[in-house]
């Protein structure tokens, strides 16, 4: 996948948070996408210049990404969620269960985000959908939290969104 932007080097990137949970237990109910990322927002936000604005973005980036997940999520195996930092950008990894069939979607969503007519795209969603399609919720990130978007092939029937949110260089 070609990247438009050069993104820090793995390696560079420390862990803050982990966790898993069975996907059929997140789907069953919508709560899990704001609880999940209002909690995972408030333990990593604590030493940040402005906790409670930094908690507020990350959680909202989040809950928008897993939202994502809950929209077309397979319930078999497992979500599995990683929080890394490297200076003012969290990277969020989130490897989830994929069926073969919607990894041409995750893979166009992911580069329509790159695109030239990225915001045009993500207007033209949010003023004529009734209900925000998964790629409008991608594009909402790269558009207003600047995030940069990849994946990473996890293996035969799961994939790896990787997110990386500058959320301290966020003027609100």
């Known amino acids: ?64 990404l897993l939202e994502v997940l809950f929209r077309g999520g397979s319930p078999d195996g497992q979500i599995g969620c990683a929080i ?18 919607h990894r041409h979607f995750f893979s166009e969503a992911v580069s329509s985000t790159r695109r030239e007519d990225a915001l045009a795209r993500y207007l033209d969603s949010i003023l004529t959908d009734l209900v925000p399609s998964r790629d409008a919720a991608l594009l909402d990130l790269a558009i207003n939290f600047d995030a940069r978007i990849h994946l990473e092939d996890s293996g035969a029937s799961s994939i790896t969104l990787v997110v990386d949110l500058p959320l301290e260089g966020i003027v609100s």
Not at 14 to 42: G, I, K, N, Y
Not at 84 to 101: A, S
Request: glycine content about 2%.
């Open 84 to 101: 890394y930092r490297h200076g003012p950008t969290e990277r969020v990894k989130v490897t989830f269960p994929c069926p073969p069939r």
């Open 1 to 64: 996948m070609d990247v438009a932007r050069k993104e820090p080097a793995e390696a560079a990137f420390e862990p803050l948070l982990q966790l898993e949970m069975e996907m059929r237990t997140f789907l069953s109910d919508w709560l899990h996408c704001d609880q999940l990322s209002t909690f995972v927002a408030r333990m990593i936000s604590h030493n940040r210049t402005d906790p409670v604005r930094h908690s507020n973005f990350f959680s909202s980036a989040l809950n928008e």
